[in-house]
């Protein structure tokens, strides 16, 4: 593939391009669900196809095709600098590609136990346990478990990335994810339900650690506890502790989605929404001089690792908010030039016929210096959320709210019983500047992150360690 590309970026050259990018993307896939102890859904689907971006006077184009020969890729090439072309003559700003560490390497993540080592039926073997193992420890509180999903998917994505001012990245990134639903059932205490992701990049190995017959009976006999123990919440103002689940999903709405630079520059207003930031907003105080939200997709086995992005740029991690300020936002090169900056490598695209734009790799907040059970002993009343059963966040990522699944009572210091669905409801800037304490530990929680029109879901961690929060408004439901 590699004459094709640096056929492409030639041609590209020899027509007027001022920038042109050639990308090989192939994706071998393989996905099995299991819906209440039944195989519902396995499929496999290799994907391959190379993507062609060009500038030409200010306007850019962009097209992909699954035909991989000479001729063809030759008659794409011709129509996305004709679309370039177009754009130019009404593009009310002319597009230019920013300065940024390019990169030249390549990237393979090794693995122990290769994907194609596992059989379709030890795959599901394992599902079935883990689905059997679910059940029993259910009822044996006296809980059903009517509804359960559990899906694994297995991906293996080739790149290669070449670029007109010199960018030549193959990388090869295997990932593995386990996704989850569970619903469990009552007659006298009603529903509740569970949602949880894992996910890396590495082999078979990961799935092996992560023992899903020991995680789904947890998880199962942790939802009938709830379901038959956990005393109702009334609302009050509490000191709260998060659990690293909660802080994940936080970091990614609240800090890494208003962070993109294309957000901000109103891109994404009629697809994903807006920012509550603007572009002076660097240096803007949000939180507390303890709150240091991290962007870093350069984590070993991370779900959203890589070393390079699809415009072949050097990574690094980014902090999106220091020491309780905006420090600095999510750049493509396109993003960096408007802004003056040089591109912090936040362009990504999730299949050979999209195009790479703005995206979050990991999101987290940093660790700090505390025990969770230092976290606990500075409180004299109040409750600690775990993980959370739904979360909700308006467009600008001002607004949000978040329920609690396992949630527990926190009286001088120590963890009493279960509380029943405790709500909170606060804004971005009144949640970060809470924070008087962050937690040592750290862990993640895989996800797909949906952006863009195409949609655009592109494997995401989210994560941190636990943060203890002063004098919430916390609601509650029965």
């Known amino acids: 593939m590699e004459d094709y590309l640096e056929m492409i970026i030639d041609t590209a050259s020899k027509n007027c391009a001022e920038y042109s990018e050639a990308r ?49 890729l030759k008659t794409l090439l011709s129509r996305v600098l004709r679309l370039a072309k177009a754009s130019s003559r009404i593009v009310k700003t002319p597009i230019s590609m920013g300065q940024a560490e390019i990169g030249r390497g390549t990237v393979e993540v090794k693995t122990r136990i290769a994907f194609d080592a596992v059989s379709t039926e030890s795959r599901l073997d394992l599902l079935k346990e883990a689905d059997s193992a679910g059940v029993e420890s259910a009822e044996a509180i006296g809980v059903k478990l009517p509804g359960r999903y559990i899906s694994l998917d297995t991906l293996v994505t080739e790149k290669l990335v070449m670029t007109s001012d010199g960018a030549r990245v193959h990388s090869t990134i295997p990932k593995v994810t386990v996704d989850a639903f569970l619903t469990a059932f009552e007659p006298q205490k009603g529903t509740v339900q569970r949602m949880f992701s894992l996910g890396e990049s590495s082999g078979w190995e990961s799935v092996e650690k992560w023992n899903l017959p020991e995680r789904i009976k947890k998880e199962a006999r942790i939802l009938a506890n709830i379901l038959t123990s956990a005393n109702p919440m009334k609302g009050e103002r509490l000191d709260v502790v998060l659990g690293p689940e909660v802080v994940g999903i936080i970091s990614h709405e609240s800090s890494g989605h208003p962070g993109e630079a294309d957000r901000v520059l109103g891109r994404e207003a009629a697809q994903a929404g807006e920012t509550y930031l603007s572009r002076d907003s660097i240096g803007m105080k949000v939180g507390s001089d303890v709150v240091n939200v991290v962007e870093d997709p350069t984590i070993p086995r991370s779900f959203g690792y890589y070393l390079y992005d699809d415009e072949g740029v050097k990574a690094r991690r980014r902090y999106l908010i220091k020491q309780g300020r905006i420090n600095e936002f999510l750049h493509n090169r396109e993003t960096a030039h408007v802004f003056g900056v040089s591109s912090n490598a936040s362009s990504r695209s999730v299949a050979y016929n999209r195009e790479p734009i703005v995206r979050m790799a990991n999101t987290f907040v940093e660790p700090g210096d505390h025990k969770l059970e230092e976290l606990l002993e500075g409180i004299e009343n109040g409750i600690y959320v775990k993980n959370f059963m739904e979360w909700n966040i308006d467009d600008r990522r001002f607004n949000q709210k978040y329920v609690g699944l396992e949630a527990y009572r926190i009286e001088k210091g120590r963890l009493k019983g279960l509380l029943r669905n405790p709500i909170i409801e606060i804004t971005t800037p009144g949640l970060w500047s809470a924070v008087d304490a962050v937690g040592r530990d750290i862990e993640f929680s895989a996800a797909s992150c949906g952006k863009g029109d195409p949609m ?23």
């Open 24 to 72: 090989y993307q192939s994706d071998t896939y393989e996905s099995i669900l299991l819906k209440n102890g039944t195989p519902e859904i396995t499929t496999f689907d290799v994907r391959r196809g190379i993507a062609i971006r060009a500038l030409v006077d200010g306007g850019l184009g962009f097209g992909a095709t699954n035909i991989l020969t000479k001729r063809d």
């Open 456 to 478: 655009q879901g592109i494997p995401v961690w989210t994560g941190g360690p636990h943060i203890r929060l002063r004098n919430v408004a916390i609601g509650g439901i029965s």
